[in-house]
Each structure stands twice: as C-alpha cells, then as structure tokens.
C-alpha cells in the first residue's frame, strides 16, 4: 500500500475504522484501487454523505414539528 494512502487512513478515524471492519480493502488497495471508492463506500455505510445530513435534520425537524403539535392541544 503506498505511503499516502496509509496517511490519509491513519489521519481520519471512520477510514481505519471502516478499513478494520472490512478487511479485504487492505487487498483492493494494495492492487492499486482508488481511495476514493473506500471513502465513498465509508460514507454511504455511516451516514456521512451531505445526503444523509440533510435527512436527519428533515427528521429533526419533523419530530420537533409533532411535539409541537401535540403540546397545543
């Protein structure tokens, strides 16, 4: 695995976290696969996409809306 990759890895604690949990991406990226697909796939799974972010504020939102809702009447 190049220097960098293991870099980036060890600066951000989802990355090693992911990497440890999912061990057959030290093989992918020994075989020259990109970071980024890694990094791509650790944010779909722990909900780190801008995507994601939105929806719990949405569901924040909502939840506050109805507690709102209910102490009114």
Known sequence: ???????????????????????GWY???NRNESLENMVNEM??????????????????IDIINAFMNVTKE
Do not use: P
Request: no cysteine; aromatic share 12%; hydrophobic share 25%.
């Open 43 to 60: 944010k779909e799974r722990y909900g780190l996409r801008f995507r994601d972010k939105v929806d719990k504020i949405g569901t924040g």
């Open 27 to 29: 093989k992918r990226l």
């Open 1 to 23: 695995m190049r220097y960098e990759i293991k870099e980036s890895i060890y600066k951000d604690e989802n990355l090693l976290r992911y990497l440890r949990e999912n061990s």
